[in-house]
């Protein structure tokens, strides 16, 4: 025996709806039955009955019913009614109930069978079911009248089986439709269940409701960022974190295309194929981005992308690369010095004392050295130390990077490793720029100006320049051919912005140069804001 509560919930739900469709049809079919009895019975009762009123006002039965004549003219009569009717009986009594004609003629001057004292008391009787001599019937009743008073009574009846037999066809044809509505009922559970079951991917409530308290306590309890999205591009589940790394609302069945998403996240929804460590900034953070396909017995279900924030290992990066500047710079200088000093050496052991003295004045003089040590214009240590790395990184790759004349920063920076993010990003495209370009000697030059707190950058290259449509601040856009570029402008622009500023194209090249950037830094520099 099976028992039902072990059974699947898809096939209890499918057992239960058939149950209903059949009970449904069962209480219907009863209902339509009784109905259909009742109404049957009524017609043949008033059938019976206009019978029974046209026999009553015949004056020839009148007036053998008054003067209680049996048999003779008035049984002929009965006889006729009863064949023209395909009654079962037609029966006229006396005002006492006894028979004056009746289809069985020994029966003839006995009483009644069924009680005759509402239709001798003046009233109609209608389709009631008794049971007489020639067996159970639905007759009804009416009153002879002669004159002012009720001579006797005329009882009309119809076998019981004319109305069962009419029952039982229009029951017949009743069952017709509703084994059709069975069918159709069946049919649609079955469709209701299998549809339940594909929407369910065949779970039982047990396990969908344990997938949900894993579900909550997975979203809410890793560390990392959660967005799943339906095959339609819709957020289909996100977590706490997600929103947060993303800096943005994330409401579950949004669109994902118009949540305006950073380029690299909005690509890995669409390409819908698998992205381990995708570098990724939101807003002022650098995210790591993962992502994979769902796939269920062949169906497409969405996609999975998880999120790491990367932005204080970024900090701790930007940093090193600051200090790796600064020390990259104070070792140029302590080369450049080392040599200026086995210079003087040499020549105050030589003798060369007015030699060693001019040359002394003209180290005193100079405000860049051989190595492209910046002096006096550019006072903070940090860029000081960014410049000098830069300027040997460029004469390494064959690329002259020049300070402008007109470059002027009186004091030092508030925020050292915001200012090296932005000038160091923009210089390493201008020399990359300057480098793979055609012109030569390939050149960089970079100005640097103080306004207030406000530190203007500018850098321009020999480069060929770029492409005014290009987005070249957005994420994964650049113009390196190898993989792996395409944050640095980003990264530039989230370090402005992050202090109120802005990185932009101001021109991107011409004929005699390449494109040139521009930075606005507020705040960066001390003194009043």
């Known amino acids: 025996m099976l028992d039902f509560r072990r059974m699947r919930f898809s096939r209890q739900i499918l057992i239960l709806q058939i149950g209903v469709v059949l009970l449904l049809l069962v209480v219907g079919f009863a209902l339509v039955g009784w109905l259909l009895w009742a109404t049957l019975r009524d017609q043949y009762g008033e059938r019976a009955l206009a019978?029974?009123?046209?026999?009553?006002?015949?004056?020839?039965?009148?007036?053998?019913?008054?003067?209680?004549?049996?048999?003779?003219?008035?049984?002929?009569?009965?006889?006729a009614v009863t064949v023209r009717a395909h009654a079962l009986f037609v029966v006229i009594t006396d005002d006492n109930g006894i028979r004056l004609a009746h289809p069985d003629p020994t029966q003839i001057g006995k009483p009644v069978s069924t009680d005759p004292t509402e239709a001798l008391a003046g009233n109609e009787v209608v389709s009631s079911v008794q049971a007489g001599t020639?067996?159970?019937?639905?007759?009804?009743?009416?009153?002879?009248?002669?004159?002012?008073r009720v001579a006797g009574e005329v009882s009309v009846g119809f076998e019981i089986g004319a109305p069962v037999d009419e029952l039982v066809r229009l029951l017949l044809l009743s069952m017709a439709f509703a084994a059709g509505a069975l069918a159709l009922g069946v049919g649609a559970s079955a469709l209701l269940t299998r549809r339940l079951n594909r929407l369910t991917h065949g779970?039982?409530?047990?396990?969908?409701?344990?997938?949900?308290?894993?579900?909550?306590a997975v979203l809410h309890g890793i560390g990392e960022g959660m967005l799943a999205v339906d095959a339609r591009g819709r957020v289909s589940a996100r977590n706490d974190e997600a929103e947060r790394l993303l800096g943005k609302q994330l409401p579950v069945g949004a669109q994902v295309s118009e949540l305006d998403l950073s380029p690299r996240l909005g690509k890995a929804v669409e390409d819908r194929q698998p992205v381990d460590n995708l570098l990724?900034?939101?807003?002022?953070?650098?995210?790591?981005?993962?992502?994979?396909?769902?796939?269920?017995?062949?169906?497409?279900?969405?996609?999975?992308?998880?999120?790491?924030?990367?932005?204080?290992?970024?900090?701790l990066t930007r940093e090193l690369d600051a200090v790796r500047s600064l020390s990259d710079g104070l070792r140029a200088q302590r080369h450049e010095f080392s040599n200026r000093l086995h210079t003087l050496s040499g020549l105050l052991q030589l003798g060369h004392n007015g030699e060693a003295i001019e040359y002394l004045q003209t180290l005193t003089d100079t405000s860049i050295g051989s190595s492209g040590v910046v002096g006096d214009s550019v006072r903070d240590p940090y860029l000081q130390?960014?410049?000098?790395?830069?300027?040997?990184?460029?004469?390494?790759?064959?690329?002259?990077?020049?300070?402008?004349?007109?470059?002027w920063v009186p004091s030092a920076v508030t925020d050292p490793i915001a200012a090296n993010t932005v000038l160091g990003n923009l210089l390493d495209n201008a020399v990359h720029a300057a480098r793979m370009g055609t012109r030569r000697p390939a050149w960089v030059?970079?100005?640097?100006?103080a306004e207030g707190a406000t530190l203007h950058m500018s850098v321009v290259d020999s480069g060929a320049g770029v492409s005014a449509e290009l987005r070249v601040f957005d994420e994964g856009v650049?113009?390196?051919?190898?993989?792996?570029?395409g944050l640095g402008l980003a990264l530039a622009r989230q370090a402005a912005t992050a202090r109120g500023g802005d990185v932009w194209l101001a021109d991107a090249g011409g004929a005699d140069r390449g494109a040139l950037f521009v930075a606005a830094l507020p705040g960066l520099l001390e003194g009043d804001s």
């Open 51 to 79: 019978i029974a009123r046209s026999v009553a006002v015949d004056p020839v039965v009148v007036q053998d019913v008054a003067d209680r004549r049996p048999a003779g003219e008035l049984e002929q009569r009965v006889q």
């Open 134 to 148: 020639l067996g159970l019937s639905v007759r009804s009743k009416t009153p002879v009248w002669s004159g002012d």
């Open 203 to 216: 779970l039982e409530p047990r396990e969908l409701t344990e997938l949900l308290y894993e579900r909550e």
């Open 280 to 315: 990724a900034v939101a807003g002022n953070r650098v995210l790591v981005v993962n992502s994979r396909a769902v796939t269920r017995d062949d169906r497409d279900l969405g996609t999975v992308l998880t999120f790491r924030d990367r932005t204080d290992l970024d900090t």
């Open 385 to 407: 130390a960014l410049l000098a790395a830069k300027i040997e990184q460029a004469q390494e790759k064959g690329v002259r990077l020049e300070l402008s004349d007109d470059s």
């Open 445 to 449: 030059e970079v100005a640097l100006l």
């Open 478 to 485: 650049s113009t390196k051919l190898s993989p792996g570029h």
